[in-house]
């Protein structure tokens, strides 16, 4: 999923990069919260819906 690669000149410094498998379950993941956001959507309407986002961002910084 991801792979661990030494950065250039560096026998210390590694560089996370996502391999073909994690794009891939990215891609899943992504799909799934399109959805959710489109059936949210749906039910609040589009101005509850960014008030909602932006509740839900506070509360993440806040842990």
């Not at 799909?31 to 909602?52: C, F, M, N, P, Q």
Request: hydrophobic content about 40%.
């Amino acid at each position: 999923m991801v792979q661990f690669d030494y950065a250039e000149g560096s026998k210390r410094d590694m560089l996370a990069t996502l391999t073909d498998k994690g794009l891939a379950a990215r891609k899943v993941g992504l799909g799934i919260a399109t959805t959710i956001e489109g059936d949210i959507r749906k039910e609040i309407g589009d101005g509850d819906l960014e008030s909602l986002r932006r509740i839900l961002t506070v509360l993440a910084a806040q842990n």
